[in-house]
């Protein structure tokens, strides 16, 4: 069966957003949709925090 992870919950502060999943997974950003994707850089087990920037970023959870 296939690996089973999702996002929970996300919460704004000032200029960042912390992002919470259940499962056993990695965060991973692109700059669109297609990617190309790269792993969230200081992420804990179950939640990240990413720094709010001008440009889009797209967020996916890569389930392991």
């Known amino acids: 069966p296939a690996a089973e992870c999702r996002i929970t919950s996300y919460v704004h502060q000032l200029d960042s957003l912390l992002i919470f999943w259940e499962g056993t997974a990695r965060l991973e950003e692109g700059p669109s949709m297609s990617g190309p994707w790269i792993p969230v850089s200081g992420q804990l087990p179950g939640n990240?925090?990413?720094?709010?920037?001008?440009?889009?970023?797209?967020?996916?959870?890569?389930?392991?």
């Open 48 to 64: 990240a925090r990413v720094f709010l920037v001008e440009q889009a970023r797209f967020f996916r959870l890569q389930c392991q």
